[in-house]
């Protein structure tokens, strides 16, 4: 497994309507920027796996593309497809992680 994860907008998808979603998790990337990527096959986005804040990005870019008709792929930065389901469950065994440490960090406050 590779350790980022990117997503990529098929060529011929309505760069109007993706551009506004894509600026929303990443506004530094012009409409040029964002409008070449597309027609070059390449990422509009991609984070680190380790990247709990990145894998929210990219799942909810994901999810906000699908739901205008756009069909978004996901890919790992050495170019094999994944799928949505595995970010999904990485972020919850991320928020996992978080919970079990604030009510550790919780316990030992009260302990002291």
Excluded: H
């Amino acid at each position: 497994m590779c350790d980022s994860v990117g997503i990529k907008i098929p060529q011929g998808s309505p760069i109007a309507k993706c551009v506004p979603i894509i600026r929303k998790f990443n506004p530094s990337l012009s409409i040029s920027v964002i409008r070449s990527r597309i027609s070059n096959d390449e990422y509009v986005l991609s984070y680190d796996y380790t990247d709990n804040d990145g894998v929210k990005c990219i799942i909810s870019c994901y999810e906000q593309l699908i739901k205008i008709g756009i069909q978004p792929r996901l890919f790992e930065l050495d170019d094999e497809e994944c799928d949505i389901e595995i970010l999904k469950n990485l972020n919850v065994m991320y928020d996992e992680i978080s919970d079990e440490i604030d009510a550790e960090i919780d316990a030992e406050d009260e302990g002291e």
